[in-house]
């Protein structure tokens, strides 16, 4: 499954956090819920016939910038900032409170929790530098937090490349540049150049899918920022799709459909819609070449979704009459996409008509993904 960050780098090394974090195995979410000042952690369970949200407040509110982690246990992994420490601890249901475990502390001026990691054990989290990056192992490990690695270069993002937790994508800044790389936690953090489009391009890895090989790319290779697709191990170059840069829009994908087996034209993506009139869904596959749109269900955790396997994209939302509750819409083939579960909220087509225009390839270089020191997959291309 695909989960959401809870906090990565954006552009200008400021911190944006999500509010809603998936397990990497799709079986929970947490996020901070409450209003104003009184925030508290919330952990639902998705995995479930229905989902259902367990409030897991502490002694006193949370602050807003409180990351948060489910751990496939069940548990949910709290980081707060305490004066010049990032303190780690696991939070469970324990009858009518809140058990809290410690897991220990990193002095260090900012670090920022990655996405859940495959396995659902561990967690780890990222502290940038202006010389070098430093991987922590913050829960999983057996004597609290642990340094894993160190990356030359400012680094921001964090995409798993494995089922394993092994092989870490980051997007490492270097002479004013933006390039992926493949970070290898069992072999000290060894670095091996990820994404090469074009040499002065930045070239962004937003999510992979390890069982299609399908990588979504952020790439100014065409002389502006556009949106593009390239597959794991290929020589095939990335392509950017027309359908993915509508006017006066941005698209960000949020969720691949996992399964599809070397298939990545299958795959049907996520996307999140922000205009003028809001945010709002699309859904998305390269070998459909149409970006359909929809309208979010009413309360969508903006962003935050997964699919299953055959094909179902579940967007979690949250208004006052139903505070937990999963929207669920079918991937398209072509033409429109039928709703399937929709509480409260009707979810129609909003648009979706194609362009007209075919995916272009707007790059002759290769990704040389095939450098990066993955086992246990073919090369396609």
């Not at 409450?34 to 002694?59: I, K, N, S």
């Not at 290779?221 to 006017?247: K, T, Y």
């Not at 359909?292 to 967007?315: N, S, Y």
């Not at 008509?353 to 707007?362: F, Y």
Request: proline fraction near 9%.
């Amino acid at each position: 499954m695909t989960a959401c960050a809870i906090e990565s780098a954006a552009d200008g090394g400021a911190l944006r956090r999500a509010v809603f974090t998936i397990a990497a195995d799709g079986s929970y979410a947490a996020r901070l819920a409450g209003v104003g000042d009184a925030l508290f952690p919330e952990r639902w369970t998705l995995d479930g016939p229905e989902p259902y949200a367990v409030p897991l407040p502490a002694d006193q509110p949370e602050e807003a910038d409180t990351g948060l982690l489910p751990m496939e246990d069940g548990r949910v992994l709290i980081h707060r900032r305490v004066g010049g420490r990032h303190v780690f601890s696991l939070l469970y249901p324990t009858g009518p409170r809140t058990g809290e475990l410690p897991v220990g502390a990193v002095e260090c001026e900012r670090l920022a929790l990655l996405p859940p990691a495959p396995g659902g054990t561990r967690a780890y989290a990222l502290a940038a530098g202006e010389l070098s990056t430093h991987v922590w192992l913050v829960a999983g490990g057996t004597f609290g937090p642990e340094h894993v690695a160190e990356v030359k270069g400012r680094c921001s993002g964090g995409v798993w490349l494995d089922r394993t937790g092994r092989m870490l994508a980051l997007d490492r800044e270097s002479d004013g540049v933006k390039k992926a790389v493949a970070v290898d936690l069992e072999r000290g953090g060894e670095v091996t150049p990820l994404l090469q489009i074009t040499e002065g391009s930045n070239d962004r890895l937003l999510l992979a899918d390890v069982d299609s090989g399908l990588l979504l790319i952020r790439s100014d290779a065409a002389g502006h920022d556009r949106l593009g697709w390239g597959v794991l191990g290929s020589m095939l170059p990335v392509r950017f799709p027309e359908c993915l840069a509508p006017a006066d829009c941005a698209v960000t994908p949020f969720a691949v459909q996992p399964g599809q087996l070397l298939t990545p034209e299958n795959c049907a993506v996520g996307m999140q819609i922000d205009g003028a009139a809001g945010s709002w869904v699309g859904v998305w596959r390269p070998s459909g070449r149409r970006l359909h749109q929809i309208a979010a269900p009413d309360g969508w955790l903006a962003g935050a979704g997964l699919w299953t396997r055959e094909g179902v994209l579940q967007l979690p939302y949250a208004t006052a009459s139903v505070p937990c509750g999963v929207a669920r819409v079918e991937a398209p083939d072509d033409p429109l996409p039928k709703v399937l579960i929709t509480e409260p909220a009707q979810v129609e087509c909003a648009g979706g008509e194609p362009s007209g225009a075919l995916d272009t390839p707007v790059v002759c270089r290769p990704v040389p993904l095939q450098q990066a020191p993955l086992t246990g997959r073919g090369v396609r291309g």
